[in-house]
């Protein structure tokens, strides 16, 4: 099995700030990547897949990139909507996700 | 608009079953694989089982051989039968769409159903 581990498990920053959450594999999983976003109460939303791809319709503010077995989501500039939970998920060999980051307000 | 609706979650005593489905709008289901994917309260997201549109299914180990994934096409729907449930299976249980192309993220969730397991 494919374990995907998230740093940090808690971030804290501010509004404005721009921040980097990395997700590693245990094996690569080529670009088979995606990023969601969850805030408290709600279902997760799709915001990257196949690591680089920004979804329709999702802020230019988000990107993310790398391949293999190690991947980053940055924000580029914190906004109050982004406070919320992130988790990477790998779709290369059936579905893992990591444990998530938790993204509070400083 | 995709909508993804769960139902059927509720409490449960250990050993006992529950039927989940999923009520699919919006797009044509028979053409989508789908997934559920579970939460438990406070935790992270752990991948259930899936069913592709040709009806092939898999399943996460901790769930293989006690659950089954089924659809019916004609009602667009999604079903999860939990068969000697365990309190390790409480949990939000989502419905998930995979997108279409020869990328297999999620792109639609449903807001989820319930399951409760206790004595």
């Known amino acids: 099995d494919i374990q995907m581990t998230q740093s940090p498990s808690t971030l804290s920053a501010s509004v404005g700030d721009r921040v980097t959450i990395t997700c590693r594999a245990s094996q690569s999983v080529s670009s088979w990547l995606a990023w969601y976003q969850q805030k408290p109460g709600k279902a997760p939303e799709l915001l990257i897949y196949d690591a680089s791809s920004l979804r329709s319709g999702v802020p230019s503010r988000f990107s993310g990139s790398g391949s293999g077995t190690e991947f980053t989501l940055t924000i580029s500039s914190l906004q109050p909507d982004d406070f919320a939970t992130y988790y990477c998920q790998q779709y290369n060999s059936y579905y893992t996700f990591g444990q998530g980051t938790k993204l509070e307000i400083k | 608009e995709v909508q993804l609706v769960e139902s059927g979650g509720g409490l449960v005593q250990p050993g006992g079953s529950l039927r989940l489905s999923c009520a699919a709008s919006g797009f044509t289901f028979s053409n989508y694989d789908m997934h559920w994917v579970r939460q438990a309260t406070g935790k992270g997201l752990e991948w259930v089982s899936a069913?592709?549109?040709?009806?092939?299914?898999y399943y996460a180990d901790s769930v293989r051989g006690r659950f089954t994934i089924s659809r019916e096409n004609a009602e667009n729907s999604l079903y999860l039968q939990m068969n000697s449930l365990r309190a390790g299976d409480t949990a939000l249980y989502y419905c998930?769409?995979?997108?279409?192309?020869?990328?297999?993220?999620?792109?639609?969730w449903g807001q989820g159903t319930l399951v409760t397991v206790s004595s």
């Open positions: 069913i592709a549109a040709a009806g092939d299914t």
């Open positions: 998930v769409r995979e997108n279409s192309s020869s990328s297999e993220h999620f792109d639609y």
